[in-house]
Each structure stands twice: as C-alpha cells, then as structure tokens.
C-alpha cells in the first residue's frame, strides 16, 4: 500500500525486522524526486512571472495619451502585486493553488479590461435601435452603458486589483484624507467581468402588451351571470355585482396567473421602460431596499446582470401588470335580465328637478330678447353677487355687485353657430353657485329628456354693459385700509392725517394716490401718476403727471393750473391746500371709474360719452355701498 510520504512499504526481510538499507535507498530517492518536482515548480513559476510581466509592460497602447497613462498606472500596479505574490510564494506564506489562483484572475482581468475598453462602444448602434424598437430592455441597457462609460472617464477612475486574490476592478476615484481611493459606492466600481458585461451584453426587453395578449388567449373562457343577470363570457374578469368574496376569489386567480409568468427580468423592464413611472436600477442594495413600508423605485441589478425586485416592487409589477390583462380578457355579455331602475329618494328627485330648471335658465340666456331678460332677473334673484349679464359676438360677460373683476363665458361655435346647449353648460356652473361644469353637464342631460332646442329666434345681442357710480376720497380706501377690514380710514382721512403741506411732502402724497384701491383692470392707470414737489418763489407747488384719460376730471377744478403735456399743478403750503389735493385726488378716483365703466367688451371708449367731470370744490355721489365692499 501506498505510504504518505509517496512509497511502498518493503516486505520484511524475517521474522526479526526490516532490510532498512533498501529502505533508506528508496526514501532518499523518493526525497530527491519531492525537491527536483518542488524546484521545477518554482523554476516554471519564475519563469511564468517573468513572462507575465513582460507580457504586460509590452501591452500595445493606443493614440489616447489620457488611456495611455489610465492603463500604464493600472499595469504597474498589477506588476506590483504579481511581484508580491511571487515573493510570498517562494517564501511558503502564499500556497501554490492560491499563487495560481491569482495570477488567473490577474491575466483574464487584464485580459477583459482591455476587450471591454476596445469594445464597448461598437455596439452602440445596435443598442440604441433595440431600445428605439423595444426588443432590447432600454432603462437597462442605458444604465449598463452609462456605467460602462463612466468607467472609462479616465480622468476619474482607475485600475485597483484586490491584493487577497488579485482580483481587477474599475472605480471612480474619490479623494480621502489627501489621497485618491477606490469608491466603495457599488454603483462606482466594477470587476473585470462586470465591465465587460456591461460594454458587451444584450438584455431582450418585454412587450407588455404582447404578454398580456398572449396570456389573455391562453386563460380560457368562463361562463358567470353576474348579480343584475347578466351572462358574461370571460376569463378571470371581475364581475359586476358579484359578492365581495367572489369578487376576491376571481382578482386573486387572475394575479397568480400574471405572477406565473412575470419573472424578475421581465417585471423589472416592465417597470423602467412600460410604466413611464420613475423606476430605474442600482447596484446598491440598501437603495433598492424597502424602508419604512415605502418601496423604492431602484430596483437592484446583481454583478452578473441580473435583475432581483423587492417583494413590493414585485407584487406592484403584477397588479399593474393585471390592471394591463383586463384590457384584452375578452367579455361578452348575452341575453340579459331587466336590471330594477334605482330608486331615488325625494331628496335626490328634487335636486334633479332643480338641477333641470337652473340648466333651462342658463339655456334662456342664449335666447336673446326678452326670454334672456326674464330669465337674468330670476339669476339675479338666486345669486346676490350677481349684477348684470350681457352679450357681445363671442362671449356672455357677468357683472358683480361688488366691482369684482368680470368674468367672461365664450361661445362654443360649431360650424359658425353658437351651440347653444353647451355654452349653457358654461353659464350654469357660472351663475349658480350650487353646481360646477360636472353637475351642470348632467343637467343638460336630463333637461334634452324632455325638452328640444332650437334655433335661437331674436336677433341682436343681448343686454348691455351697467356703469357703476363712482365714490370720492370720503368713502374710498387704500389697499393698505382696505385690508385693516372695518378698521380702515378713508382716503379724506389719510390726507388730513398729512404733515402740514410743504413741496417736501410730495412723496407722502403719491404714496397715499399709488395705494388707491384700483378697479380691474385700473391699476396700469394709477401706477402712470408722478409727484413732484417744487419751489416756486415763497409758494410751494405740487405737480402730478396723470393719465390723458384722467385729465378731464382734474383739469377745471378750482386751484389746478394746467402744465405742458398731462400734468397739474396745485399750491401747496396752506392749510386749505389739502382741500384742493382732496379734489385732485377725487378727480383721480373718479377717471379711474370713468375708465372701468368704457370697459365694455362690446365697445370702445370712443363709443361712450365722457362721464362728467366733478365741479371744482366738490365731491361725486356714491351708489352701491362704502369702500368697505371692495373686500
């Protein structure tokens, strides 16, 4: 039998012990034959190394400079630890299966760092044509690539091999402590294998819509009556009226189904490149981790390239993905029973009754004549906000008590004729502020039950624009005032709170005229106003640049003198001068409703007389309320 130590046992030579001359002849020998196979061993070794060094300095290298010296620094610190290790083996710390181990992964890293630099943009078109026509996984691929890329930004990565089995990696560089390291974020770095995967490897993609199809058809066909009678022919559908527990038993079948076939390659292209919902993939598993209940939108790309999901990611893929199946389940329904009408409550009859007549008072709006007159009064009844509604060639403008900026409701036009029932719609949700666009479009429903529209029989638009009264400076605010509610002072109040008049007051006097608080669309006018202060001799003056439309109702007060172009001038440095600032100011106030009131969508200014300016010394009356329903 065969001994440890690699010979035979000789027999004994008798029965008083054994020939040990023989014996010492052969172990001798066998020793000898241990040590020349151990130095052969060693002899070789050297020699590989020699040569594996030499193989990698004479490593051909391109025109890129920045390449060139990205892989020289890599090649001397892959020399460097075949040196090492060569030195540990032939010390005995570092075994000859581990010695060869790494000199393997040494050569075939090289080996694919190189092929993957060399290749991994040839593919490119390729890539981006399965992706455009979805044969190819695209938020996969494009990671892949990108990784790929980045890896070789020579100016940011390098060439690391791992000293324990001399393993080659790709990493982006990231400085600590003063010097570059290898960054330990998973989705920086790669192995050899891994970055040769990424530069070459082509991922199918999933035609959702196929899958579904195809599953769809493959089911078979199920027979239910649902709970109104109906005969549905189906597979796996949910089925109206059926029971709650029924209705479970037929989703929770029909999911098991779709996790059947949807693996985790398909499920995690299904997510990226079909749902357009913000998922993507990593190389860092706490990032693709559930935290807190919440699922992430990573998904984890393992280092062989495969895809692994969350179970949440995974159930998320199938219900999504069986929402997808319903669409082509095929359904049939056959001979069905009379469902019971629902029966309404006295409640519900009677605000579909009124939902009725508020759409038939909207509808008489677009009729014109008197029937538009009739109905608007009985609008104003129902909503106090409202004062006026007119018509002009594309739109229904309504008017509102407190000055509110209008609001205009356009035409809906086929064919060159206003369609009537719909515009309707409109002016429902806008004049009754019990319905919105959603309850009105039902009444309009409801109402063509049992009424016909025709055609519209009066001619000529219908109402006309309502001028407000203006106010003065005794009842009107400021925006400043108007927000302090019923606190607020007028604007009369603000003047006399002034300093004593002095040019130098000009700017405390155009602060308080910029506040007015303007009519829509007015504010352009007021913001126009200037006010400077001058010395004119012993008098103080002040002059104010206004709008042309402004002129008019300031320029025959008592104590304004005209200046060139659109400015006045009022003496200022008297008591009684703030007399005459409140005219001008009521002036103001009074263009600015001038300009409001020639708003009308119909017509231009130069169709409505002027308003009529106030006399020096006095005030406008008022219609409507104080200031304080400008809120």
Same mark, same amino acid.
């Given at each position: 039998?065969?001994?440890? #130590?690699?010979?035979? @046992?000789?027999?004994?030579?008798?029965? $008083?012990?054994?020939?040990?001359?023989?014996?010492?002849?052969? %172990?001798?020998?066998?020793?000898?034959?241990?040590?020349?196979?151990?130095?052969?061993?060693?002899?070789?070794?050297?020699?590989?190394?020699?040569?594996?060094?030499?193989?990698?300095?004479?490593?051909?290298?391109?025109?890129?400079?920045?390449?060139?010296?990205?892989?020289?620094?890599?090649?001397?610190?892959?020399?460097?630890?075949?040196?090492?290790?060569?030195?540990?083996?032939? =010390?005995?710390?570092?075994?000859?299966?581990?010695?060869?181990?790494?000199?393997?992964?040494?050569?075939?890293?090289?080996?694919?760092?190189?092929?993957?630099?060399?290749?991994?943009?040839?593919?490119?078109?390729?890539?981006?044509?399965?992706?455009?026509? *979805?044969?190819?996984?695209?938020?996969?691929?494009?990671?892949?690539?990108?990784?790929?890329?980045?890896?070789? /930004?020579?100016?940011?990565?390098?060439?690391?091999?791992?000293?324990?089995?001399?393993?080659?990696?790709?990493?982006?560089?990231?400085?600590?402590?003063?010097?570059?390291?290898?960054?330990?974020?998973?989705?920086?770095?790669?192995?050899?294998?891994?970055?040769?995967?990424?530069?070459?490897?082509?991922? *199918?993609?999933?035609?959702?819509?196929?899958?579904?199809?195809?599953?769809?058809?493959?089911?078979?066909?199920?027979?239910?009556?649902?709970? !109104?009678?109906?005969?549905?022919?189906?597979?796996?559908?949910?089925?109206?009226?059926?029971?709650?527990?029924?209705?479970?038993?037929?989703?929770? @079948?029909?999911?098991?189904?779709?996790?059947?076939?949807?693996?985790?390659?398909?499920?995690?292209?299904?997510?990226?490149?079909?749902?357009?919902?913000? !998922?993507?993939?990593?190389?860092?598993?706490?990032?693709?981790?559930?935290?807190? *209940?919440?699922?992430? &939108?990573?998904?984890?790309?393992?280092?062989?390239?495969?895809?692994?999901?969350?179970?949440?990611?995974?159930?998320?893929?199938? /219900?999504?993905?069986?929402?997808?199946?319903?669409?082509?389940?095929? &359904?049939? *329904?056959?001979?069905?029973?009379?469902?019971?009408?629902?029966?309404?409550?006295?409640?519900?009859?009677?605000?579909?009754?009124?939902?009725?007549?508020?759409?038939?008072?909207?509808?008489?709006?677009?009729?014109?004549?008197?029937?538009?007159?009739? =109905?608007?009064?009985?609008?104003?009844?129902?909503? +106090?906000?409202?004062?006026?509604?007119?018509?002009?060639?594309?739109?229904?403008?309504?008017?509102?008590?407190?000055?509110?900026?209008?609001?205009? #409701?356009?035409?809906?036009?086929?064919?060159?004729?206003?369609?009537?029932?719909?515009?309707?719609?409109?002016?429902?949700? @806008?004049?009754?502020?019990?319905?919105?666009?959603?309850?009105?479009?039902?009444?309009?429903?409801?109402?063509?039950?049992?009424?016909?529209?025709?055609?519209?029989?009066?001619?000529?638009?219908?109402?006309?624009?309502?001028?407000?009264?203006?106010?003065?400076?005794?009842?009107?605010?400021?925006?400043?005032?108007?927000?302090?509610?019923?606190? $607020?002072?007028?604007?009369?109040?603000?003047?006399?709170?002034?300093?004593?008049?002095?040019?130098?007051?000009?700017?405390?006097?155009?602060?308080?005229?910029?506040?007015?608080?303007?009519?829509?669309?007015?504010?352009?006018?007021? +913001?126009?106003?200037?006010?400077?202060? %001058?010395?004119?001799?012993?008098?103080?003056?002040?002059? !104010?640049?206004?709008?042309?439309? !402004?002129?008019?109702?300031?320029? &025959?007060?008592?104590?304004?003198?005209?200046?060139?172009?659109?400015?006045?001038?009022?003496?200022?440095?008297?008591?009684?001068? &703030?007399?005459?600032?409140?005219?001008?100011? /009521?002036?103001?106030?009074?263009?600015?409703?001038?300009?409001?009131?020639?708003?009308?969508?119909?017509?231009?200014?130069? /169709?409505?007389?002027?308003?009529?300016?106030?006399?020096?010394?006095?005030?406008?009356?008022?219609?409507?309320?104080?200031?304080?329903?400008?809120?």
């Amino acid at each position: 039998m065969a001994t440890k #130590i690699g010979f035979k @046992a000789k027999p004994l030579i008798d029965s $008083g012990g054994v020939d040990w001359l023989s014996v010492t002849k052969d %172990v001798v020998k066998t020793l000898t034959e241990q040590e020349e196979a151990r130095e052969a061993t060693r002899v070789k070794g050297q020699a590989d190394y020699a040569a594996d060094v030499k193989q990698m300095v004479e490593t051909p290298l391109g025109k890129d400079a920045e390449a060139n010296e990205w892989l020289t620094n890599g090649i001397t610190s892959i020399t460097g630890s075949a040196g090492m290790d060569n030195r540990l083996w032939r =010390s005995g710390a570092l075994s000859t299966k581990d010695y060869m181990r790494n000199r393997a992964n040494r050569t075939q890293g090289t080996d694919l760092v190189l092929s993957a630099y060399k290749t991994y943009n040839k593919n490119y078109d390729a890539v981006m044509e399965g992706i455009d026509d *979805k044969s190819l996984a695209g938020e996969k691929m494009l990671f892949l690539k990108a990784q790929a890329e980045s890896m070789f /930004d020579f100016g940011k990565t390098g060439l690391y091999i791992n000293p324990l089995n001399s393993e080659i990696n790709v990493a982006k560089k990231q400085l600590v402590d003063g010097a570059y390291v290898m960054s330990d974020n998973p989705n920086e770095f790669l192995n050899a294998s891994e970055l040769m995967q990424a530069a070459s490897a082509m991922y *199918k993609g999933f035609d959702a819509n196929t899958a579904a199809a195809t599953l769809a058809e493959s089911v078979g066909q199920r027979l239910i009556r649902d709970g !109104f009678g109906n005969t549905i022919e189906s597979a796996y559908m949910a089925v109206t009226g059926a029971d709650n527990d029924t209705k479970s038993k037929i989703k929770q @079948a029909r999911l098991d189904q779709v996790r059947g076939i949807l693996n985790n390659e398909d499920a995690g292209a299904y997510l990226t490149d079909t749902l357009n919902e913000g !998922f993507s993939f990593t190389k860092d598993a706490d990032e693709a981790a559930t935290k807190n *209940k919440v699922m992430s &939108k990573m998904i984890l790309l393992n280092q062989d390239g495969s895809t692994t999901l969350s179970k949440e990611q995974m159930d998320y893929a199938v /219900d999504k993905f069986d929402t997808l199946l319903e669409v082509y389940l095929p &359904k049939e *329904k056959k001979a069905p029973l009379a469902p019971k009408p629902p029966q309404l409550t006295s409640g519900e009859r009677t605000a579909q009754k009124e939902g009725e007549i508020g759409y038939g008072l909207a509808l008489a709006l677009t009729s014109g004549g008197s029937i538009a007159g009739e =109905s608007l009064e009985k609008i104003k009844a129902n909503n +106090n906000a409202i004062d006026n509604v007119y018509e002009t060639e594309t739109s229904y403008v309504i008017q509102y008590k407190d000055g509110s900026e209008d609001k205009t #409701i356009n035409k809906i036009i086929r064919d060159g004729v206003e369609a009537r029932q719909e515009t309707a719609v409109s002016l429902m949700a @806008a004049v009754n502020p019990n319905y919105d666009v959603t309850k009105a479009e039902t009444a309009k429903q409801r109402y063509l039950n049992t009424n016909t529209i025709g055609d519209r029989k009066e001619k000529g638009l219908f109402g006309e624009r309502t001028a407000i009264s203006s106010q003065n400076t005794s009842t009107y605010q400021t925006k400043s005032e108007v927000a302090k509610k019923d606190q $607020g002072v007028s604007i009369s109040e603000q003047i006399e709170k002034l300093p004593d008049p002095d040019e130098d007051n000009s700017n405390q006097v155009l602060d308080v005229i910029k506040d007015i608080y303007p009519l829509p669309g007015t504010e352009s006018y007021i +913001n126009q106003i200037q006010v400077t202060g %001058v010395g004119v001799g012993m008098d103080d003056v002040l002059n !104010f640049k206004l709008p042309p439309e !402004f002129i008019p109702f300031v320029q &025959k007060l008592t104590g304004v003198t005209m200046g060139e172009g659109n400015t006045i001038k009022i003496a200022y440095d008297a008591p009684k001068d &703030k007399a005459t600032l409140r005219s001008v100011i /009521d002036g103001i106030i009074a263009g600015m409703y001038d300009v409001y009131n020639k708003s009308d969508a119909r017509k231009t200014p130069e /169709d409505n007389p002027d308003a009529t300016p106030p006399e020096a010394g006095t005030t406008t009356t008022t219609a409507g309320g104080g200031a304080g329903e400008l809120d």
